[in-house]
Nanobody, 129 residues
Framework: QVQLVESGGGLVQAGDSLRLSCAAS????????VGWFRQAPGKEREFVAA???????YYADQVKGRFTISRDNAKVTVSLQMNSLQPDDTATYYC???????????????????????WGQGTQVTVSS
């Protein structure tokens, strides 16, 4: 069973950058997709970005060009570099891992909440205007 711990959240001003990290334990991490989701107060949890086993990346339109997801299988970590942050990015950010998957994933698979069976505790990101 994979366990996830997120870090790197905080309070920043609009236009600033943050880097979130997700540290994993368990061998299954390397054979799975890893995604970042976020949830703002009163809103549903939404897809932000994901990376599959091949290193292929997927981004929500709202963050494309500003956020970059990367993984280091040797260190068993996934990072989310967030640039040009805006107040609408304010949310709790969650790292999540799927079950073992094929080498290449699909958009429908990585963006679906139900594809992920392990979630971190979340890290708060607050962007002031």
């Amino acid at each position: 069973q994979v366990q996830l711990v997120e870090s790197g959240g905080g309070l920043v001003q609009a236009g600033d950058s943050l880097r979130l990290s997700c540290a994993a334990s368990g061998r299954a991490f390397k054979e799975a997709c890893v995604g970042w989701f976020r949830q703002a107060p009163g809103k549903e949890r939404e897809f932000v970005a994901a990376i599959d086993r091949s290193g292929g990346t997927y981004y929500a339109d709202q963050v494309k060009g500003r956020f970059t997801i990367s993984r280091d299988n040797a260190k068993v970590t996934v990072s989310l570099q967030m640039n040009s942050l805006q107040p609408d990015d304010t949310a709790t950010y969650y790292c999540a891992v799927t079950r073992r998957t094929a080498f290449y994933a699909t958009w429908d698979y990585v963006t679906a909440l139900e594809s992920y069976n392990t979630w971190g505790q979340g890290t708060q990101v607050t962007v002031s205007s």
